[in-house]
């Protein structure tokens, strides 16, 4: 019954993630503590993510701006080296702070925008995402809030940000397998998973087609915001 129904529920927030390009592997992260131990949230829910990811980039593929790859690509690698070499010795209790503090202004505040925006590129975007990802789970937040100022095609959007995070989960798992974790201890909860990412990610891609441009970036704006917002009060609540 735990597969078919995480496979349900993974059905369902790739979908949404199909449909504005995030969220669902927040809402997947928040779902899997009732489901799987501590120790293997973040490794099954990174191949979860690089399933559902991939395959939305893959149905979009004529959407994939890939002049961002090469760069995102070398960050990534950056910051998954860093960060797997010292996440023993670093506090990273705030980081879901500055995540949530970023996004907010990234989105909502010009002077904000004006100041970094010789600062801000994919090669940070990448270091910072995948670095992150480690411990966070789900960072896709960093690259759609790039995106959404760099390109205003919808499509563009989703589909780019999902080859990108495809990236990010891709290096994550090998980091979990070089450090030891068994993923085949959990197969059967990790291909009814797979199957419902799959199949959420093209139901998504097929529902975008239903929203318009200045709606889908509206509602991707609030569920950012909302994302950031859950992220700075899960420090204190």
Same mark, same amino acid.
């Given at each position: 019954m735990n597969e078919l129904l995480l496979g349900l529920l993974t059905f369902?927030? +790739?979908?949404?993630?199909?449909?504005?390009?995030?969220?669902?592997?927040?809402?997947?992260? $928040?779902?899997? #503590? +009732?489901? &799987? #131990?501590?120790? $293997?949230?973040?490794?099954?829910?990174?191949?979860?993510q690089m399933s559902s990811n991939f395959s939305r980039a893959v149905f979009g593929y004529k959407d994939v701006q890939y002049e961002t790859i090469p760069k995102f690509?070398?960050? +990534?690698?950056?910051?998954?080296?860093?960060?797997?070499?010292?996440i023993s010795m670093i506090s990273l209790e705030y980081v879901p702070l500055f995540i949530g503090a970023y996004i907010l202004l990234s989105l909502w505040s010009k002077k904000f925008n004006n100041k970094i925006k010789k600062y801000e590129n994919y090669y940070l975007v990448g270091f910072l995402q995948s670095g992150l990802s480690i411990v966070v789970g789900a960072t896709g937040p960093l690259t759609m809030? &790039?995106?959404?100022?760099?390109?205003?095609?919808?499509?563009?959007?989703?589909?780019?940000?999902?080859? /990108?995070? +495809?990236i990010t989960h891709i290096l994550k798992v090998f980091v979990f397998m070089y450090f030891g974790f068994v993923f085949f201890d959990y197969i059967g909860i990790i291909i009814a998973m797979i199957i419902g990412a799959v199949a959420g990610s093209y139901a998504?891609?097929?529902?975008?087609?239903k929203i318009d441009g200045k709606k889908f970036t509206m509602i991707l704006k609030v569920l950012l915001s909302a994302?950031?917002?859950? /992220?700075? /009060?899960?420090?204190?609540?």
């Open positions: 369902f927030t +790739s979908t949404v993630a199909g449909i504005v390009g995030l969220g669902g592997g927040m809402m997947l992260i $928040a779902i899997l #503590p +009732s489901f &799987l #131990p501590l120790n $293997a949230l973040i490794p099954v829910h990174g191949l979860t690509l070398i960050g +990534s690698l950056a910051g998954i080296a860093l960060f797997a070499s010292i809030t &790039l995106l959404l100022k760099d390109y205003e095609d919808k499509d563009k959007v989703v589909a780019t940000g999902a080859a /990108l995070m +495809s998504g891609t097929k529902l975008r087609d994302l950031a917002v859950k /992220l700075i /009060l899960s420090l204190f609540i």
